[in-house]
């Protein structure tokens, strides 16, 4: 008895790198590996321009505070007055103290 030869289809004679993803998908293209190799790079693109944005961001749009403590130097105008180092003044309220330009009291 002799058996029936083989045929080749066009299936067994594709190389596993020529686009074969499994055995019940088709092949893909060139083109279609292309595409979305090219999908990929822009949605990763995409990631990394939002990653340094937001770090730009947060580098010199933050809100810095002037120091206001131990190292900044606080003057004393009069009695519920207080000059901090960058000019700026500050008024105690609840204190009854006597203003440094009226006379008398």
């Known amino acids: 008895m002799t058996q029936p030869k083989k045929q080749d289809s066009a299936s067994d004679k594709q190389s596993p790198s020529a686009g074969m993803t499994g055995n019940n998908e088709k092949p893909q293209?060139?083109?279609?590996?292309?595409?979305?190799?090219?999908q990929q790079l822009g949605k990763l693109s995409a990631?990394?321009?939002?990653?340094?944005v937001a770090i730009l961001i947060?580098?010199?749009?933050?809100?810095?505070?002037?120091?206001?403590?131990?190292?900044?130097?606080?003057?004393?105008?009069d009695g519920d007055t207080l000059r901090a180092g960058d000019g700026s003044e500050y008024r105690i309220f609840g204190i009854d103290a006597p203003e440094s330009n009226l006379q008398g009291g």
Do not use: H
Request: proline share 11%; aromatic share 6%.
């Open 29 to 38: 293209t060139d083109a279609q590996v292309s595409r979305a190799l090219a």
């Open 47 to 52: 990631l990394v321009l939002l990653v340094i």
């Open 58 to 77: 947060e580098r010199n749009c933050s809100y810095k505070p002037p120091p206001f403590g131990p190292g900044v130097k606080i003057v004393s105008i």
